[in-house]
């Protein structure tokens, strides 16, 4: 059994569509570092939450990008989308003759024990996620553990995409403004955007590494 550590109920429902092993839901609320970095974010946070339940556990934390704001907002992605809106980033991001961007998604796994080498993720087709944007590269190990930290496995997910103009009525926080294959997050229906989500692809990476390593 894995634990998935949030408050989100449409997080473990996405995840069990992927794994095989039962997922259980548990809320814990520990306090988020402020890092550039969405993998220290989770990291700490399979780490916490490893401590508080003593059994497997992942966390999942997730972000925009902005190539033309040097990454940003990223981890601070909630903290932007509340207090600037949404309408003011593509204001900003309207002037730069650049308006790439990602949404990003790490899923991060730890359960106390130290990891065997990483198998090469095998491409089995969930759900018919779309993996055609990205290459699904093997997952790394949290370098903190070099300072004899828990040990947690990291897996990144992206979508890549643009800012634009608002459009759409679903979704939430950034959706209306990524716009990814001539549609916004925010136009897609639930099932059209879970087939190409940022955190999808995490967790297909994750379910083909827990099926495989010698854990």
Not at 5 to 17: D, Q
Not at 99 to 110: D, N, P
Not at 183 to 206: C, D, P, Q, V, Y
Request: hydrophobic share 35%; proline share 6%; net charge negative.
């Amino acid at each position: 059994m894995v634990t998935f550590v949030t408050t989100n109920p449409g997080k473990v429902h996405e995840a069990r569509e992927y794994l095989d092993e039962p997922v259980e839901q548990r809320d814990f609320d520990y306090l988020e570092p402020q890092a550039d970095e969405l993998a220290t974010v989770a990291a700490h946070g399979a780490r916490e939450a490893y401590k508080q339940f003593q059994e497997p556990v992942i966390v999942d934390d997730s972000g925009l990008t902005i190539d033309a704001l040097g990454g940003f907002p990223g981890p601070y992605s909630s903290y932007v989308e509340e207090h600037v809106c949404i309408e003011r980033v593509w204001r900003l991001v309207s002037e730069e003759d650049n308006r790439s961007a990602a949404f990003r998604g790490v899923v991060a796994y730890c359960d106390g024990n130290p990891f065997a080498a990483t198998p090469e993720p095998v491409d089995d087709g969930r759900r018919g996620q779309d993996l055609s944007a990205e290459k699904r590269d093997s997952a790394t190990t949290d370098d903190q553990v070099a300072d004899g930290a828990i040990p947690v496995k990291l897996f990144e997910g992206v979508v890549p995409g643009t800012i634009v103009a608002p459009r759409g009525d679903g979704g939430f926080g950034f959706d209306p403004i990524f716009e990814y294959d001539g549609k916004t997050f925010a136009e897609m229906e639930t099932e059209e955007k879970n087939a190409i989500s940022h955190r999808g692809r995490a967790l297909a990476k994750f379910a083909d590494w827990y099926e495989q390593a010698d854990r």
